[in-house]
């Protein structure tokens, strides 16, 4: 049985993305103009908080002050509306944010073949600017745009998109969650079967070790060794590192493009690490595909993500897995825990879900494959309800690639833009009884489920409107990790909950 009283604390705060260009005082006039033709309001005319007084919101005392960006995107909300403006500082360019859903089809829908995404502006800089040799050749799915971008994702996406490629992965996967649940046997009180304040760390080294095998084709061993090497204790803290300095330094007012302050100074320390780190694994890597490259009659599918990539480009594998460790380990941390809390306060579909997955896998001590997992619909209804439930990523960016209008609102060319993806996840007008936890809602009705889910309102409860619920984005450039996390969350729960807990 899965219980819980210390998830919600684990349950993350937003992620978010930056990059900002500037743009010359012509190019923004002539923008302008083009879209004043249309009888819509200048981009200017976006309600917002002054440059003054986002200032003063943000020093000691301030009401911004310390508070997430979770809380101070809202609290704009509450004030402003569905759309307003927060004008950049320092260097920064304005940030619009967005509520409405229709906006985020408008945006969606002009996306065009390469959308551009913010990406995080230090992240930037170290790449472009201080470590170039290793970053500017390939160019790289987060922080890359462009045709550099659009030629890096064609080459990724049939290998990390590709069910039959995700798939050779199940195997591995799964060995490392039969430890994993042994470690959480292990951790958890006897009594209450109750898990530690401290499970988050147990789930960062589960999220981690998930992406060394994916990434750098690497077991650390991080699940079943309580004394983990030098190297693997430097990734995870650089990968902590990263995630406890971000939201300082791009989205409050911050001095580091002025000079180097202290918080800049560290994470540049824990980009270096984790780029170091991750290269001397793939060149690790490398070396071993050379000595069986000779005698290679494997197909090209079976072959994992990372020595497809090396054929094509060492620098390329490089690349992606560190975008995989930023994209990757955070997300699948927080989403596992979505699931875990969920069903455990849900006990009543919890057993739905158990009867579904013992009737598929009647036998409990074989691998779970992938083609065992091909008919749990009510499993990945439980995957997408849980993530409704406790969202992993709250906001997307994305830059417009043209003039468009989101509601009466001029938007230029250029914009930074955030969609604030998951505020309708508890309204009522668009998904009905937001407050229940309701896997149903997701069936289609021509699901074959196995066990008996009648007497819940099935289509009833679906969302309104399709961009309402976003949890990996939408389009070309939606989250590529998208089919290998759902693969490693059915494998968990369905371990989880055919095991005698
Ligand atoms: C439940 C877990 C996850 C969620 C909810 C999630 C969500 C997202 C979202 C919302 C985006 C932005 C999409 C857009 O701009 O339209 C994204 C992008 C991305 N995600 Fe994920 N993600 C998850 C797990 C992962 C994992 C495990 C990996 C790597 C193995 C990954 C790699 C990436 C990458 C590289 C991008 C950037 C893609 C690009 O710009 O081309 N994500 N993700």
């Not at 260097?91 to 619009?96: G, I, P, S, Y």
């Not at 472009?128 to 290793?134: D, G, N």
């Not at 209450?192 to 061993?221: H, Y």
């Not at 599918?301 to 497809?308: L, W």
């Amino acid at each position: 049985m899965i219980v819980t009283k210390t998830f919600p604390s684990l349950i993350a705060q937003p992620k978010i993305w930056f990059h900002r260009q500037l743009f010359t005082k012509r190019e923004a006039a002539n923008i302008n103009k083009e879209l004043q033709k249309s009888g819509t309001i200048p981009y200017e005319t976006i309600p917002g908080p002054s440059k003054l007084k986002v200032l003063k919101y943000f020093l000691p005392g301030g009401k911004f002050h310390n508070k997430s960006r979770y809380y101070i995107s809202r609290a704009l909300y509450d004030e402003y509306g569905e759309i307003f403006k927060i004008p950049g500082s320092f260097k920064q360019r304005d940030l619009v944010f967005t509520y409405n859903p229709k906006f985020f089809e408008e945006v969606y829908r002009h996306d065009g073949v390469w959308p551009s995404r913010t990406a995080l502006e230090t992240l930037a800089y170290y790449r472009h600017k201080l470590r170039p040799e290793i970053f500017e050749e390939t160019g790289t799915l987060l922080a890359s745009n462009g045709e550099k971008w659009g030629k890096l994702r064609s080459i990724v996406n049939p290998i990390m998109m590709q069910p039959r490629t995700v798939r050779t992965y199940a195997p591995k996967i799964d060995k490392t969650t039969i430890k994993y649940i042994e470690r959480i046997r292990k951790v958890r009180d006897p009594n209450t079967l109750e898990l530690p304040d401290n499970f988050k760390t147990e789930l960062n080294k589960w999220a981690l070790e998930q992406i060394c095998l994916v990434g750098l084709d690497s077991e650390l061993g991080l699940i079943e060794n309580e004394h983990i090497d030098n190297e693997a204790q430097k990734l995870i803290q650089a990968v902590n590192t990263i995630f406890g300095t971000v939201e300082d330094l791009e989205l409050k007012p911050s001095l580091w493009k002025y000079y180097e302050t202290p918080k800049y100074k560290k994470i540049i320390e824990a980009y270096d690490i984790l780029t170091d780190i991750s290269l001397k694994y793939i060149n690790d890597a490398t070396e071993r595909y050379k000595s069986i490259e000779k005698d290679d009659k494997q197909n090209e599918n079976e072959k994992s993500i990372v020595e497809r990539l090396i054929k094509i480009k060492k620098k390329m594998a490089a690349v992606v897995s560190i975008d995989m460790f930023f994209a990757g380990v955070d997300t699948t941390c927080t989403a596992t825990a979505a699931c875990m809390l969920a069903l455990a306060k849900n006990p009543e579909k919890q057993e739905l879900l158990r009867q579904e997955i013992r009737k598929a896998l009647p036998e409990r001590n074989t691998p779970i494959t992938e083609e065992k997992l091909n008919n749990l619909p009510y499993l990945r209804a439980t995957i997408k309800e849980s993530i409704r439930k406790h969202p992993v990523i709250h906001e997307i960016p994305r830059t417009t690639n043209i003039n468009i209008v989101l509601g009466k609102y001029q938007i230029p060319k250029n914009t930074d833009i955030v969609l604030n993806t998951t505020y309708y996840y508890n309204d009522s007008n668009h998904f009905s009884d937001p407050d229940k936890f309701i896997p149903e809602r997701w069936l289609r009705n021509q699901d074959q489920t196995n066990i008996s889910v009648s007497g819940c309102p099935v289509t009833a409860t679906k969302p309104s409107n399709p961009f309402v619920y976003l949890p990996f984005g939408f389009g070309n450039r939606m989250c590529v990790g998208k089919r290998l996390v759902e693969m490693q969350l059915e494998i968990l729960l369905t371990h989880l909950l055919l095991s005698e807990m």
